[in-house]
Structure formats: C-alpha cells, structure tokens
C-alpha cells in the first residue's frame, strides 16, 4: 500500500512561476525522497532530506520536511517547460530496506 | 556510465507464455529492487534484493520470481504471463539504505 499521498495529482502553471507540490506519510521514517520522471521513462532522482533535517536546497529546488505532521513540500521556483514531468515523493522507512512511492504529481509547466 | 540497464525494453507476451526481464548495474551497488508502475497506482514494490545472495518479496509478488545472479544481475521472471501483468517493469538499485535509488529505463510489458 502507498505509504506517501502526494497533493494535487496534477499541476499546471506558465513558465517563470513556481511549483509547489506536498507529500503526506503515516509512518516513521528514516528518509523522505523525491523523484522526477519524464513521459515513458525511469525515475531519476532529485533529493533526500533526512528526518533530523527540516529544509533542503538544490538549485532550484527546495524541500522541507514536518516530522511532526509527516509531512513534506518540493518547491520548484522559475519553473522551465523542461520541468513538465511527475514527481514522486518517496518514504525510506525505518527498518526496512525498500522506498514506498506514493501516486505522484504530474506538473504541466507552459511556455 | 551505464548506470542500471534493463532487457527488453518492449515486449508482447500471449497468455501463458513465460519471459525473464533483465537488470544489470555496473555502480557496485548492493541492493536490488524490482517494481511495477501501473496509471493511477505508482509504483508498486514486487521483489527486491538488499543484498547479493537474498531476495525478498514486495507488495505484489505473486505471478513472479526473481534472481539475484551476482551482484550486478537482479532478473524478474513470470512464469505464466496473464492480462493483469501488463504494466511498465522498472529495475532500481542502491549503495545502502539512506540512499537513492538509480532507475533504468523501463520494460513496457503487454500481455494478451
């Protein structure tokens, strides 16, 4: 079963505004990731954040993790029609050894 | 800088026939994961192999068994191919728990 919820399922915007995609989980965790991918191929990945650690950035990018309400956010800032994909966030749960994905958001970004 | 490779990257299977997916990856990496993505459902966890000489079933494991060959090779096999296996087949690996994953390219499986 889906341990991470992302809200919306869909997202479109124009080109130069940012994106704001959120994640909800039930469980403890040791990590939370998020993936990328495009139309008919694999996931790549874009960033950890640890659960002692509450934001990260990486380029454009910024993350922020609320253990407190198993919670996460990706922001995407300037968005870039390149940027039209899904994201997928991704629990790493203690004690296992498998990422549990949730259904993703597909962001739409227009020129 | 191959990362994890994934054979066929199509197939079409008749009802009952058999077929094995292939992964490599050259990263050294320990663990081994096999998931399959359907619309509307994510990605769902078959089997995965934390470690060369393990395997362990996912969420959805029944219809398939795999193999740990060595350590690069993690192969998925349906013994007896149903419509309800028709999917997109991902290979995943990584270094150890606390990392990410590195995708291949996908196995777009029809059964008919």
């Known amino acids: 079963s889906q341990q991470g919820e992302e809200d919306p399922q869909a997202l479109s915007i124009q080109e130069g505004e940012n994106a704001t995609m959120n994640c909800s989980y039930k469980?403890?965790?040791?990590?939370l990731q998020w993936y990328r991918q495009n139309s008919g191929r694999g996931l790549v990945h874009l960033i950890l954040i640890r659960s002692n650690e509450r934001e990260k950035h990486s380029g454009r990018l910024r993350v922020t993790l609320d253990t407190s309400k198993k919670s996460s956010s990706l922001l995407i800032t300037a968005s870039r029609a390149a940027d039209t994909a899904s994201y997928f966030c991704?629990?790493?749960?203690?004690?296992?050894?498998?990422?549990?994905f949730g259904k993703g958001t597909m962001l739409l970004v227009s020129p | 800088n191959a990362g994890v490779t994934q054979t066929p990257k199509f197939q079409v299977l008749k009802t009952g026939q058999s077929m094995t997916l292939q992964c490599a990856q050259d990263m050294n990496h320990n663990s081994m994961y096999w998931y399959r993505q359907d619309p509307g459902m994510g990605l769902r966890l078959i089997y995965y192999s934390a470690s060369e000489g393990t395997t362990d079933k996912g969420e959805v494991p029944n219809g398939y068994n795999v193999s740990r060959l060595n350590k690069r090779e993690f192969s998925l096999r349906l013994e007896s191919a149903a419509p309800s296996q028709t999917s997109v087949y991902f290979c995943a690996s990584r270094a150890s728990p606390n990392y990410g994953y590195t995708f291949g390219s996908g196995t777009r499986l029809t059964v008919v």
């Open positions: 991704a629990t790493d749960e203690s004690g296992y050894s498998t990422l549990t």
């Open positions: 469980t403890s965790i040791n990590n």
